[in-house]
C-alpha cells in the first residue's frame, strides 16, 4: 500500500482553493490595518461617548472583505472534512479518514448544538450561550473533546499502550502498516512515536485520561473551597484569619517541587498521599450533608433520607477512592493517579477559598441576605441558599477557566514524569515521549500539544462567553 495523502481525492479541487481564501484574508486584514491607520479623522462619525458610529468607505470595504474571505476559510474546512466522509474509502485522504472516524463526535455535535439552539429560552445560562458567537465556540471545541473521549473506543484505530507493530517506529503521517492483519487498521493517520504505537489513538484516549481527571480534580477543589471559604467570608473573625494564613501558605509553596515530593518513594511509602486524599476527599460529603441539613431541616423525613443516601454513596465512594477498600471492588484510583489528583485538588483549593470568601464578602451585604437573617434562617442556609446561588456567575467562569489551567498542569506534570505511569496515553506523557527527536519526527510532541492547546482555548473562549452571558442575567 501506498501512504495516504493529506488531502486525497479532495486535493486538486480544495487546495487550490483554500490558499486563495488564506491569501485573500491575509491581504485583507493587512489593508484593514492600514486603512485604519491612514484614513482621516473627518471621514469617521463618532458619538457622544466616543464610540464610532460610522467608518470610512475602505474601512468597511476591507471588514467585509475579511469577513467574506473567513467564511470561505471555514466553508473549505468544512468540505475537507465533509467531503472526507462522503468519498469511497480507496480515495480518502489523512483529514477524510480522521474526520470519518470522528463521525460518532459529529453527530453528538450536530444533535446538541440543534437542541440547545431550539430550547435556548428555557436553558437559563447555558442556553443564553448560544446567543455568544465567542461561548458557542469555546463549548464547541470542548465538546469536541469530551464526545471524544466518550466515544474513544468506538474512534481509535489501535490499542494506544499495547499494540506495538514492528517497522512502524517514528513513521511519518499516512504511513501504512508492514503487513496489516485480517481486520487491521492499515495505517499510522499521524505517524508513529519512538515505541511505534499509535499517535492518533494515543491522542484520543489521552483527551479521556485528561477529562476524567482535570474536572473531577477541580470539582473536588472547589468543594474544598466553598466548604471552607462561604463560612470564612460570612463569619469572619479568627476563623476566617486562620484559614486565609493557611491557604497563604498553601499559594506561598512551590507547586512543582510540591509535586517532586509527593512521589518520592519515601513519601509514598509514610502514606502521605493517601492521607491527604483521605482528608480532601472527605468535603464533598461533608458538602451535601450540610446542603440537605439547612434547606430541609423543617421536613425531617426527606432530610434523613437524602443524608443517609449521601452518607451510604459518600462512604462507599470514599473508601474505594482516599482508601482503596471498597468492599465490593469496584472503586479504585491506581496509586500515580491518586497522587496527581491529591496534588491538583490541593493546590488549587487555596485560590477557589479567595475566590469564594471574597465574593461572600461581596454578597452578604445584599439586601436578601438581610432579609433571610430577619426571617430567622440559619447561618449555613443563609450561606448555602441566598449567597451561593448569587455567586453562581464568576463560579462557572472560575471552574471552566481552572479546568483549563489543570489541563496544563496535568501535562506538565506528564511532561516531568510525575505521578502517571510512563505508558499512559495522556497528552503530556506523549509529549515529553517524543520531544527527544521533535527535530526530525515532530508529530509525536505536536499532535497532543496541539490537543492541549485547543481544548485550553476551547475552556478559555466558553469562560468569556459565560463571562459575558451571567453580567447580563
Same mark, same amino acid.
Given at each position: 500500500?501506498?501512504?495516504?495523502?493529506?488531502?486525497?481525492?479532495?486535493?486538486?479541487?480544495?487546495?487550490?482553493?483554500?490558499?486563495?481564501?488564506?491569501?485573500?484574508?491575509?491581504?485583507?486584514?493587512?489593508?484593514?490595518?492600514?486603512?485604519?491607520?491612514?484614513?482621516?479623522?473627518?471621514?469617521?462619525?463618532?458619538?457622544?461617548?466616543?464610540?464610532?458610529?460610522?467608518?470610512?468607505?475602505?474601512?468597511?470595504?476591507?471588514?467585509?472583505?475579511?469577513?467574506?474571505?473567513?467564511?470561505?476559510?471555514?466553508?473549505?474546512?468544512?468540505?475537507?472534512?465533509?467531503?472526507?466522509?462522503?468519498?469511497?474509502?480507496?480515495?480518502? *485522504?489523512? $483529514? /477524510?479518514?480522521?474526520?470519518?472516524?470522528? =463521525?460518532?463526535?459529529?453527530?453528538? #455535535? !450536530? %444533535?446538541? +448544538?440543534?437542541?440547545?439552539?431550539?430550547?435556548?429560552?428555557?436553558?437559563?445560562?447555558?442556553?443564553?450561550?448560544?446567543?455568544?458567537?465567542?461561548?458557542?465556540?469555546?463549548?464547541?471545541?470542548?465538546?469536541?473533546?469530551?464526545?471524544?473521549?466518550?466515544?474513544?473506543?468506538?474512534?481509535?484505530?489501535?490499542?494506544?499502550?499495547?499494540?506495538?507493530?514492528?517497522?512502524?517506529?517514528?513513521?511519518?503521517?499516512?504511513?501504512?502498516?508492514?503487513?496489516?492483519?485480517?481486520?487491521?487498521?492499515?495505517?499510522?493517520?499521524?505517524?508513529?512515536?519512538?515505541?511505534?504505537?499509535?499517535?492518533?489513538?494515543?491522542?484520543?484516549?489521552?483527551?479521556?485520561?485528561?477529562?476524567?481527571?482535570?474536572?473531577?480534580?477541580?470539582?473536588?477543589?472547589?468543594?474544598?473551597?466553598?466548604?471552607?471559604?462561604?463560612?470564612? *467570608?460570612? $463569619? /469572619?473573625?479568627?476563623?476566617?484569619?486562620? =484559614?486565609?494564613?493557611?491557604?497563604? #501558605? !498553601? %499559594?506561598? +509553596?512551590?507547586?512543582?517541587?510540591?509535586?517532586?515530593?509527593?512521589?518520592?518513594?519515601?513519601?509514598?511509602?509514610?502514606?502521605?498521599?493517601?492521607?491527604?486524599?483521605?482528608?480532601?476527599?472527605?468535603?464533598?460529603?461533608?458538602?451535601?450533608?450540610?446542603?440537605?441539613?439547612?434547606?430541609?431541616?423543617?421536613?425531617?423525613?426527606?432530610?434523613?433520607?437524602?443524608?443517609?443516601?449521601?452518607?451510604?454513596?459518600?462512604?462507599?465512594?470514599?473508601?474505594?477512592?482516599?482508601?482503596?477498600?471498597?468492599?465490593?471492588?469496584?472503586?479504585?484510583?491506581?496509586?500515580?493517579?491518586?497522587?496527581?489528583?491529591?496534588?491538583?485538588?490541593?493546590?488549587?483549593?487555596?485560590?477557589?477559598?479567595?475566590?469564594?470568601?471574597?465574593?461572600?464578602?461581596?454578597?452578604?451585604?445584599?439586601?436578601?441576605?438581610?432579609?433571610?437573617?430577619?426571617? /430567622?434562617?440559619?447561618?449555613?442556609?443563609?450561606?448555602?441558599?441566598?449567597?451561593?446561588?448569587?455567586?453562581?456567575?464568576?463560579?462557572?467562569?472560575?471552574?471552566?477557566?481552572?479546568?483549563?489551567?489543570?489541563?496544563?498542569?496535568?501535562?506538565?506534570?506528564?511532561?516531568?514524569?510525575?505521578?502517571?505511569?510512563?505508558?499512559?496515553?495522556?497528552?503530556?506523557?506523549?509529549?515529553?515521549?517524543?520531544?527527544?527527536?521533535?527535530?526530525?519526527?515532530?508529530?509525536?510532541?505536536?499532535?497532543?500539544?496541539?490537543?492541549?492547546?485547543?481544548?485550553?482555548?476551547?475552556?478559555?473562549?466558553?469562560?468569556?462567553?459565560?463571562?459575558?452571558?451571567?453580567?447580563?442575567?
Amino acid at each position: 500500500m501506498e501512504s495516504l495523502t493529506w488531502t486525497g481525492a479532495l486535493g486538486p479541487w480544495l487546495n487550490p482553493a483554500i490558499q486563495i481564501a488564506a491569501l485573500a484574508l491575509v491581504i485583507s486584514a493587512i489593508a484593514n490595518i492600514l486603512v485604519s491607520v491612514f484614513t482621516a479623522d473627518d471621514r469617521v462619525h463618532y458619538g457622544p461617548d466616543g464610540a464610532v458610529l460610522q467608518s470610512s468607505n475602505a474601512t468597511r470595504y476591507t471588514r467585509t472583505a475579511m469577513m467574506l474571505s473567513l467564511a470561505a476559510l471555514i466553508l473549505i474546512a468544512l468540505g475537507y472534512l465533509v467531503g472526507g466522509i462522503l468519498l469511497p474509502a480507496e480515495q480518502k *485522504g489523512i $483529514i /477524510g479518514r480522521i474526520s470519518t472516524r470522528f =463521525l460518532p463526535v459529529w453527530i453528538a #455535535l !450536530v %444533535l446538541v +448544538f440543534a437542541i440547545s439552539i431550539a430550547f435556548k429560552r428555557r436553558l437559563g445560562l447555558y442556553g443564553h450561550l448560544f446567543d455568544n458567537v465567542i461561548g458557542m465556540i469555546g463549548f464547541g471545541l470542548v465538546a469536541f473533546w469530551v464526545f471524544s473521549a466518550i466515544f474513544a473506543d468506538m474512534i481509535i484505530t489501535f490499542d494506544p499502550v499495547q499494540d506495538v507493530i514492528s517497522g512502524m517506529k517514528n513513521k511519518a503521517p499516512g504511513t501504512p502498516l508492514p503487513s496489516p492483519g485480517e481486520g487491521q487498521y492499515g495505517y499510522y493517520l499521524l505517524g508513529g512515536d519512538a515505541i511505534a504505537r499509535d499517535v492518533f489513538s494515543r491522542m484520543v484516549a489521552g483527551a479521556r485520561v485528561v477529562l476524567t481527571i482535570a474536572p473531577a480534580a477541580t470539582l473536588f477543589a472547589f468543594m474544598v473551597g466553598i466548604v471552607l471559604g462561604v463560612p470564612a *467570608g460570612y $463569619i /469572619g473573625g479568627r476563623f476566617d484569619t486562620v =484559614l486565609s494564613f493557611v491557604a497563604n #501558605l !498553601v %499559594l506561598a +509553596f512551590p507547586v512543582i517541587l510540591l509535586f517532586f515530593l509527593l512521589v518520592t518513594p519515601e513519601i509514598v511509602q509514610m502514606g502521605v498521599p493517601t492521607y491527604m486524599a483521605g482528608i480532601l476527599f472527605l468535603f464533598p460529603i461533608a458538602f451535601l450533608v450540610i446542603l440537605w441539613n439547612s434547606r430541609f431541616h423543617t421536613q425531617p423525613m426527606t432530610r434523613n433520607l437524602l443524608v443517609a443516601g449521601t452518607l451510604l454513596i459518600g462512604g462507599w465512594l470514599y473508601l474505594g477512592l482516599a482508601w482503596d477498600m471498597d468492599p465490593f471492588g469496584l472503586i479504585s484510583i491506581p496509586g500515580g493517579v491518586l497522587i496527581v489528583f491529591v496534588s491538583v485538588v490541593f493546590v488549587n483549593s487555596p485560590t477557589v477559598f479567595r475566590i469564594v470568601r471574597g465574593l461572600t464578602l461581596d454578597i452578604r451585604t445584599r439586601d436578601y441576605v438581610a432579609a433571610a437573617q430577619t426571617r /430567622g434562617e440559619g447561618r449555613w442556609y443563609i450561606m448555602l441558599w441566598e449567597i451561593l446561588p448569587n455567586a453562581r456567575g464568576p463560579l462557572l467562569v472560575d471552574f471552566c477557566l481552572r479546568i483549563g489551567y489543570t489541563t496544563i498542569l496535568l501535562g506538565t506534570l506528564g511532561f516531568f514524569g510525575l505521578g502517571l505511569p510512563p505508558e499512559s496515553p495522556d497528552w503530556g506523557t506523549s509529549i515529553n515521549a517524543g520531544r527527544g527527536l521533535l527535530q526530525f519526527f515532530p508529530f509525536p510532541p505536536l499532535v497532543p500539544a496541539v490537543a492541549i492547546m485547543s481544548l485550553v482555548l476551547g475552556l478559555n473562549l466558553l469562560a468569556d462567553g459565560l463571562r459575558e452571558e451571567s453580567l447580563k442575567d
